[in-house]
């Protein structure tokens, strides 16, 4: 259970739900972008979750317990991360669905899965779900 496997359900989960519309009217573009990727570097949330997922599979792996127990374990860490991704998805969809409602944005697609084209609302999502940009360090 990588950042990877987590970012891909993620975006999968948003291509899904971007695809039965959110929100219906006339912008000047009727697409709306979310950078997921962004948005994961900079929401404490999901680095929070992504850690802890991690350090439990971790100190799973390095317990002496018996195989049994840490297979016991290991499916409720699965568990587990599987209500964290839900979770994360959802805060995802329901900010990137108020904010194509406020825009009269009809869908709404990751970046990752978009070349060009499209409304980047990703700054608008972040405001929802209260994160704020990490600086970008200086060379």
């Known amino acids: 259970m990588n950042r990877r496997y987590i970012q891909h359900g993620i975006a999968l989960a948003i291509v899904v739900l971007a695809l039965a519309g959110c929100g219906i009217g006339r912008a000047k573009s009727n697409i709306g972008i979310v950078d997921l990727t962004r948005i994961m570097a900079n929401w404490p949330k999901f680095e929070n979750y992504n850690n802890q997922i991690q350090a439990d599979a971790f100190a799973i792996e390095q317990s002496k317990e ?74």
Request: hydrophobic share 30%.
């Open 66 to 139: 018996p195989e049994s127990q840490k297979a016991r374990q290991r499916a409720e860490l699965q568990q587990r991360f599987a209500q964290y991704q839900q979770e994360i998805t959802g805060n995802i969809h329901d900010a990137a669905q108020q904010v194509a409602t406020q825009k009269n944005i009809k869908l709404i697609f990751t970046r990752q899965g978009v070349g060009y084209g499209g409304v980047d609302i990703t700054s608008d999502v972040e405001k929802v779900l209260n994160i704020t940009e990490k600086a970008t360090p200086k060379p």
